[in-house]
Nanobody
Framework: VQLQASGGGSVQPGGSLRLSCAAS????????TGWFRQAPGKEREFVAA????????YYADSVKGRFTISRDNTRSALYLQMNSLKPEDTAVYYC???????????????????WGQGTQVTVSS
């Protein structure tokens, strides 16, 4: 299984970006998936996750109401729409797949076993 994140870039505060994560293999639809981020000098933190069926998204409080996670199992793809971006959203963003088939959403990074390479998001005026 390989995950490939893309869509990062530089935007001004208040701007928007849409991240994508393309997954290889045929088992993408069996697993919950999520987005994490890591800012310089900080630990990797949970951003959002979505169930294998795409029905139940869950967000960190810091992004709730601004970010939307979605998935398209027919394309083995995961997305993160980020609106009203703030400077504190600056980080490398990673997509990840849970380590349990049909497992529930989890917020701990150790609950995910496959990771994308990361895409840089910079929010600055």
């Amino acid at each position: 299984v390989q995950l490939q994140a893309s869509g990062g870039g530089s935007v001004q505060p208040g701007g928007s970006l849409r991240l994508s994560c393309a997954a290889s293999g045929r088992t993408f639809s069996y697993y919950a998936t999520g987005w994490f981020r890591q800012a310089p000098g900080k630990e990797r933190e949970f951003v959002a996750a979505i169930s294998w069926s795409g029905i139940s998204p869950y967000y960190a409080d810091s992004v709730k109401g601004r970010f939307t996670i979605s998935r398209d199992n027919t394309r083995s793809a995961l997305y993160l729409q980020m609106n009203s971006l703030k400077p504190e959203d600056t980080a490398v963003y990673y997509c990840a797949r849970r380590n349990s088939r049909y497992g529930e959403i989890r917020v701990g990074a150790d609950e995910y076993d496959y990771w994308g390479q990361g895409t840089q998001v910079t929010v600055s005026s």
